[in-house]
């Protein structure tokens, strides 16, 4: 682009390595972003899965319990059977 009046190139508003830095200050702002994202991520599945874990945990000894009343010899024993 030229400035025809004094006849000397115009320079653009930001220079390529300008613009090259903005991105890149961009990027990096971004990247940070999506790494608190990523961390609170892994956070909360963390905690699901000590969640999940203890339901886990609940549910077998649930399991074993009925198993253990529906089993013929606690019948005999509780005066049902």
Same mark, same amino acid.
């Given at each position: ?8 190139? +115009? =320079? ?7 613009? #090259?830095?903005?991105?890149?200050? #961009? *990027?990096?702002?971004? *990247? ?10 892994? =956070?909360? +599945?963390?905690? #699901? ?13 649930? =399991?074993? !319990? *009925? +198993? !253990?009343? $529906? ?6 024993? $509780?005066?049902?059977?």
């Amino acid at each position: 682009m030229h400035d025809h009046a004094n006849d000397r190139p +115009i =320079e653009p508003f930001f220079s390529r390595e300008e613009l #090259l830095e903005q991105r890149c200050d #961009l *990027l990096e702002s971004e *990247l940070a972003e999506l790494g608190d994202e990523l961390q609170a991520s892994r =956070e909360k +599945i963390s905690t #699901l899965v000590v969640m999940w874990s203890g339901v886990t945990a609940e549910l077998r000894a649930a =399991e074993a !319990k *009925l +198993i !253990k009343m $529906s089993s013929p010899d606690h019948h005999d024993r $509780s005066g049902l059977g």
